[in-house]
């Protein structure tokens, strides 16, 4: 929502906030920790992961500079973040408690207006996760990728923007496995793929896989 750090920092002057800085791979918040603020990156990126039983991990999102996290848990009635936040780089956060930022999108309805819309993109983002954890085969896990992603880049050329092994752990399958399946996939003349780009070939049949 913010492009800078000033500009966060300038629409929340008149706030009460706190500002904590944290090393890249240090722990900000742990799954089931009591959350009753949101936090807003100023500087650095985060990712957001669910850590199994199993060891295995779900890589949910990833957030940067002008981004929020913690929103939709401080104003549940469960309160506890659902999944572990880490810091991917060297960041700062400002933690707004609950109270104070309710006071604030009251005072300021061109905010709330913006807020919203983000926070709605969000719930769609989680949606697609969850939807994607429910195939079973890994070439149907990328296919609603692809397929996601080619709604909301408006393009057959999709820009991952994340390392593959993030990508690995959004959908929940092994590194080794994700890089045999878009070899097979290319083979099969599905899909073409340079380093961070994966062109789609033929979408009709990545459509028809889900419907298996």
């Keep these: 929502m913010f492009k800078t750090r000033e500009e966060a920092l300038h629409f929340f002057k008149d706030s009460t906030y706190t500002i904590s800085k944290y090393n890249k791979n240090d722990i900000i918040a742990i799954e089931g920790s009591p959350c009753d603020k949101v936090g807003l990156i100023l500087q650095g990126s985060i990712d957001v992961k669910r850590i199994l ?3 295995n991990v779900i890589h ?10 913690g929103e939709i848990i401080a104003f549940s ?18 933690f707004i408690h609950k109270t104070s930022f309710i006071i604030f999108c009251t005072k300021n309805p061109d ?18 996760s ?12 990328l ?14 050329f999709i820009k991952l923007g994340i390392t593959k092994q993030k990508l690995s752990e959004m959908l929940g399958i092994p590194r080794p496995s994700l890089s045999r399946e878009l070899m097979k996939m ?25 419907m298996e």
């Design 143 to 156: 296919s609603n990728y692809l397929i996601t992603q080619h709604t909301i880049q408006k393009s057959k």
């Design 53 to 55: 039983t199993s060891n």
């Design 60 to 69: 949910m999102s990833s957030l940067s500079v002008g981004n929020f996290f």
């Design 111 to 128: 905010f709330l207006d913006m807020f919203l819309n983000d926070l709605s993109n969000k719930i769609i983002q989680l949606n697609n």
């Design 186 to 210: 290319k083979s099969d003349g599905l899909i073409d793929y340079s380093k961070d780009t994966i062109k789609i070939l033929d979408i009709e049949t990545l459509e028809e896989l889900l």
């Design 77 to 94: 009635d469960t309160n506890a973040y659902p999944a572990t936040i880490m810091a991917s780089s060297n960041c700062e956060i400002m």
């Design 130 to 141: 969850i939807k994607n954890l429910s195939f079973s085969s890994i070439r149907q896990k």
